[in-house]
């Protein structure tokens, strides 16, 4: 395959590049200004309250020490970390079966996070948890000194939030200076290398690999002119049409008072708003534990049993077997779990799996664009293209989010390594910064693969599921590659700016989860949502797929 051919994808366009280099050199000269004038202020207090106390002598100096300012002032960043409920940060759980420790400084460096590549310096192995260092003198937990220890201290997933050395602030290593401890921070980790792809090289990448290779067939198996139709005839078009006319004119309206040239939704991007609702309030059942049919209670998990052979025939690939907890009840109730989604237009009811499969499949339907986004934290949802806006969209069906990517973080409280988007025509795509935005907040350690072999990984299906198309076709598409790329850019930079705290109101508003992403989860019963740390009370991973049969 030829990767120089793939390479214009994610090379940034050169004007993207300028403009990020002279947003995050702005930051730096503040954040240095800002800092040393503080640093200056704080000695100068010191200083001056030593003297005094000396001058005074029967006054112990401990009090007045009591109100001296810390020479180290308090970051946004710092203050950003204090925030997040997050635990302290552990050293990465490296498994076993990784070859060797420079595969492993490889792997989870995240190239979803990374800025303008500048420089050829090493690039950091992830850490669970950035923490904030404005220190550049030695400290036993980050040795600077040592090259590979230093790019382990700076996690991969922060890296970008740190503006590029400037010219006027030379970075040093270590200065005992009294006021070194006031100087930015070193940037060395924010420049990143280049990335290439590599083919799998290890056990756990080929699994990877695999199991991504058999994820990407997903949406593929809604391209049946037969399943679509057979779609078309359980959705009532006319109240969805009608739905969706009325309330697009409503946005024209909107926009008209407004006084704006466009407005915020097309029209098809309302017939998939009115897909939406309906899905949700009429369509599907959310189950969790099914009622007793029997007598009406709720059941119990018993565990899974292998699908029976009626089962099979619909395209069960497990099992979960209830019980009825009622003493003179006692009844059994299956729960057979459907990727089909053939089966799952009868069944129309399942957990987010079979929402998300079933609802991708009826946009697809209605004529939108689709890419089935899989999640590494136990979620799947979907996303479709809106040509109104030139950009994928986030929607999910369990929840009937529109357009709300940070429900997982800010409003779940989720933490997230991966996720990656499949679609019948671009293949795959990593969307993990639509979602994350704030890596340090948010992020998971990416610890399936090297960064490299993920990108090797993405062409690989994109080249598999392009191959056949026009020149055009793979022209649009490689145009929307280019526009997504500079989408995450620019939350990249959203973040930057706030964590700066001199971020032009444009970019707040980016980076500011709107009110209806910040809510905690709303499908499943509650319990349900509290084991898999989803409620939004606390921001603990969520538990692994297994304890309750999964999405
Ligand atoms: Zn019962």
């Known amino acids: ?315 069960a690939t497990r099992t979960e077997l209830y019980k009825c907890p009622k003493q003179d009840c006692q009844r059994h109730e299956r729960f057979p779990r459907y990727s089909d989604v053939w089966a799952l237009l009868e069944a129309r009811r399942g957990r987010c799996g079979e929402w998300a499969n079933c609802f991708s499949m009826l946009c697809r339907a209605v004529g939108g664009r689709v890419r089935w986004i899989w999640n590494s934290e136990d979620h799947v949802w979907t996303e479709v293209y809106s040509d109104h806006q030139q950009r994928w969209v986030h929607v999910d069906a369990c929840e009937e989010a529109w357009d709300q990517p940070r429900l997982y973080t800010e409003g779940w409280g989720k933490q997230i390594a991966y996720c990656v988007a499949f679609s019948h025509d671009g293949g795959a795509a990593d969307v993990t910064r639509r979602y994350v935005r704030n890596p340090r907040m948010h992020g998971l350690p990416r610890t399936r693969c090297p960064e490299e072999v993920l990108l090797y990984i993405i062409d690989e299906i994109r080249e598999k599921r392009r191959k056949n198309l026009s020149n055009e076709d793979k022209n649009r598409l490689m145009r929307e590659d280019m526009r997504e790329e500079q989408e995450f850019k620019e939350y990249v930079a959203a973040v930057l700016a706030a964590e700066v705290g001199a971020g032009a109101a444009a970019h707040l508003e980016l980076q500011r989860p709107s009110e209806a992403e910040k809510r905690p989860r709303e499908s499943g019963r509650g319990e349900w949502a509290r084991v898999r740390g989803e409620d939004g009370q606390h921001s603990g991973p969520a538990n692994r797929p297994g304890g309750r049969g999964g999405p």
């Open 1 to 315: 395959m030829d990767h120089q051919q793939q390479q214009p994808f994610r090379t940034d366009p050169a004007e993207v590049e300028a403009w990020a280099k002279d947003l995050t050199q702005q930051f730096s000269q503040l954040l240095a200004t800002q800092q040393t004038r503080r640093a200056q202020e704080a000695l100068r207090k010191r200083v001056q309250s030593t003297s005094r106390s000396r001058s005074r002598s029967p006054v112990p100096p401990a009090p007045l020490h009591r109100h001296t300012p810390s020479p180290a002032p308090p970051t946004s960043s710092s203050s950003a970390a204090a925030r997040s409920p997050r635990p302290p940060p552990v050293p990465p759980k490296i498994p076993n079966n990784y070859p060797s420790p420079s595969a492993q400084s490889q792997s989870s460096s995240s190239s979803y996070m990374t800025p303008a590549p500048t420089s050829p310096l090493p690039m950091s192995p992830s850490q669970p948890q950035f923490q904030p260092q404005p220190h550049p003198q030695p400290h036993p937990q980050y040795p600077y000194q040592q090259p590979s220890q230093q790019s382990a201290s700076a996690s991969a997933s922060s890296s970008h939030l740190r503006p590029p050395p400037t010219p006027t602030r030379p970075f040093t290593r270590v200065n005992s200076a009294p006021t070194s401890s006031n100087l930015p921070p070193p940037y060395v980790a924010v420049r990143p290398v280049p990335r290439q792809p590599q083919p799998p090289s290890d056990s756990a990448s080929t699994q990877f690999r695999n199991f991504l290779m058999g994820l990407s067939e997903t949406p593929v198996r809604y391209e049946n002119p037969g399943l679509l139709d057979n779609a078309l005839s359980v959705i009532p078009l006319d109240q969805i049409y009608g739905e969706a006319e009325e309330e697009h004119m409503l946005f024209k309206a909107e926009a008209q008072s407004l006084g704006q040239f466009k407005e915020k939704w097309g029209y098809q991007d309302c017939v998939i708003r009115a897909l939406l609702r309906w899905f949700k309030r009429t369509f599907f059942t959310w189950v969790d534990c099914p009622i007793c049919p029997n007598c009406g209670s709720k059941t119990e998990l018993q565990g899974l049993t292998p699908p029976n052979p009626d089962e099979i025939v619909r395209g």
